[in-house]
């Protein structure tokens, strides 16, 4: 057993140490670092919260063999999961993560003695207020990070679902939440504690549903903000340091790259925080355009233009992903620096599922890191490139961005892919993208649509090369 004071040192440890996993995750270079950092702390983390308690009884055997189960099951998962599929794993281990405060929560409420709580009935105030609130917001990432697991996997549809008086409903909830916990913390009632946490499960699903698949980076790191700011709740209720700190961080992490990203896509940071963003211009979407003639060619034609280029740019998107494309990619881009081309990566801040999913895609397939480049460090070198080799992208290089005022993308940072000599397009069909318009990029005099699975497409390029 240790004493309260190496408690604190050895939690202040562990969050130094998640500030600098945080720090090296920041960067590709120094991810594996940051990571090793994390697992550290954590590690610390639990060993420290295990021999804080005083008396250890036979309950603590039980708890030990369900974190061996619980452990070897996420160990399972997280080596068994591919790199297309991690936005759904994270999206996933969300919702334990808030499922985890609700439970705390609960067994809390129903039992305050075993937290030093007070009674029954008589829970201190301050507790109760941070027990309602970390339970409110883990039902709502429960609730909202199992919904955008539906969409991302397929399960549920990816399109905006809206109703009438979708916003008002909302606000109305929002706004009982914040009288349930009033109330509850007033009369302590338990029949109040369940009526916050259904209410609050509605909300969360209330709140995600009217998102659409293109929005879901900012989702899944709004999601993540929230699972921090339910855990730092429950750790005020459980007065654990290391949970408050870890949980404070996640949530402020998150919100400010949900921000980051928002402005980034010229949105209304408040607008993804309500589910409001996604529900707009739905009228727009269903317009049918008059179809227009493209230019399509095949591997053969593809490669002739790469072998005759001096540089390539190479954009990935979610395609890439959903037909895990990377390795082939990454064999194509070696034939490519044999014949003394350039070629780089250049990869928009939402392309994919989450936050740096191309990146992930491109590391699992060794991709180099000096040859991969954020939107603001490569847009400007489209203009002096000979090939645009776009796999799976869509809405992150739609021209429309920049000209159509009335389109629900307007404002929205695009890819300069056009202004490129020859724009190689890999895509199925002219479908459009999540934001369900049209790309103007496909009719351009100097596109070229390869219709194909990306795989397939890239390989039959290699072999051509």
């Not at 730092?232 to 007065?239: C, D, P, R, W």
């Not at 408050?244 to 402020?252: D, E, H, M, N, Q």
């Not at 920049?402 to 629900?408: F, Y």
């Amino acid at each position: 057993m240790i004493s309260a004071n190496f408690s604190a040192i050895f939690y202040l440890v562990s969050g130094v140490l998640f500030i600098l996993a945080l720090r090296g995750l920041s960067s590709p270079e120094t991810s594996r670092q940051g990571n090793f950092f994390g697992i550290v702390g954590m590690i610390i983390a639990v060993v420290v919260t295990f021999l804080s308690i005083g008396n250890f009884s036979s309950g603590f055997i039980y708890v030990l063999i369900f974190i061996l189960i619980g452990g070897s099951i996420g160990a399972f998962i997280a080596y068994r999961i591919p790199m297309t599929a991690m936005p759904e794993l994270v999206a996933g281990f969300h919702s334990l993560v808030g499922l985890a405060a609700v439970f705390v929560a609960i067994s809390a409420f129903l039992n305050p003695e075993a937290f030093n709580l007070g009674n029954p009935g008589n829970i201190k105030l301050g507790s109760l207020i941070e027990m309602s609130i970390g339970a409110a917001v883990g039902a709502i990432t429960f609730s909202g990070s199992v919904i955008a697991f539906l969409k991302l996997q397929g399960i549920m549809s990816g399109s905006p679902i809206t109703f009438k008086g979708q916003h008002p409903l909302n606000a109305i909830i929002l706004i009982s939440i914040i009288f349930l916990i009033y109330f509850l913390c007033s009369t302590q009632s338990s029949n109040l504690f369940w009526i916050l946490l259904a209410v609050s499960f509605l909300i969360g699903f209330l709140l995600i549903i009217p998102i659409g698949g293109a929005d879901m980076p900012v989702v899944i790191s709004m999601l993540n903000s929230y699972s921090g700011w339910a855990a730092a709740g429950i750790g005020f209720t459980l007065e654990n340091t290391a949970l408050i700190i870890t949980g404070a961080l996640v949530g402020s992490s998150g919100a400010i790259l949900s921000y980051i990203m928002c402005k980034g896509m010229n949105r209304s940071f408040f607008n993804v925080i309500l589910g409001g963003w996604g529900a707009t211009d739905e009228t727009s979407k269903n317009i049918s355009k008059e179809q227009r003639p493209v230019k399509s060619g095949n591997a053969d034609d593809a490669a002739f233009l790469m072998k005759n280029a001096s540089s390539v740019i190479i954009v990935p998107g979610y395609g890439m992903a959903v037909a895990q494309a990377q390795h082939a990619l990454r064999e194509m881009v070696d034939t490519l620096k044999k014949n003394d081309i350039k070629v780089s990566y250049a990869i928009h801040p939402v392309a994919g599922r989450m936050p740096g999913h191309m990146n992930v895609l491109l590391a699992e397939a060794n991709v180099p890191y000096d040859e991969v480049f954020e939107l603001e460090e490569i847009n400007n070198d489209f203009a002096n490139a000979d090939v645009a080799f776009v796999i799976g992208a869509n809405d992150v290089t739609n021209p429309v961005a920049k000209t159509d005022p009335k389109s629900p993308i307007y404002g929205m940072p695009v890819l300069d892919v056009e202004k490129c000599k020859s724009v190689l397009f890999v895509k199925r069909s002219l479908s459009p993208g999540y934001a369900g318009i049209d790309n103007d990029l496909f009719y351009k005099e100097n596109t070229l649509m390869l219709f194909a699975d990306a795989k397939k497409m890239t390989e039959d390029i290699t072999k051509n090369l």
